[in-house]
């Protein structure tokens, strides 16, 4: 009987060099995840390229227990503008064209 093949781990996103499509999708994907947090009254409060995962196409967020309440916590709009500033320093270090101001506001509109 063959033997099965062995599972393994998705690489950090902070090792990663996608392509053009690919670095736009991880992009979209992680707007989206933060925006769901946000919705749920929550911050990552420590996100960067190394609390992402790069699963093929599909980007994970990992290090989720350290979430914070975003108004209960009296530096969770601090934390937040630090996640958008980590991502989109990261981003752009890769040629993505994003801005971590519109980003925070995005996800400020969405908190309420």
């Known amino acids: 009987m063959p033997r ?6 998705a690489p950090r996103l ?4 996608p392509r053009p499509a690919l670095l736009t999708s991880y992009f979209d994907q ?6 769901t947090l946000v919705e749920a009254g929550l911050v990552h409060a420590d996100l960067s390229a190394y609390n992402l995962l790069a699963a093929g196409e599909r980007l994970v967020m ?10 209960g916590n009296p530096a969770g709009f601090d ?14 270090s890769r040629g993505l064209a994003v801005d971590e101001d519109d980003l925070f506001a995005d996800l400020l509109a969405r908190a309420y």
């Open 14 to 17: 902070a090792q990663q060099r």
């Open 79 to 92: 934390l937040l503008q630090r996640d958008c500033t980590n991502v989109c320093d990261w981003f752009r």
């Open 4 to 9: 099965p093949a062995r599972a393994q781990t």
């Open 30 to 35: 992680l707007r989206d995840a933060m925006a």
């Open 62 to 71: 990992i290090d989720l227990p350290q979430v914070i309440d975003l108004a």
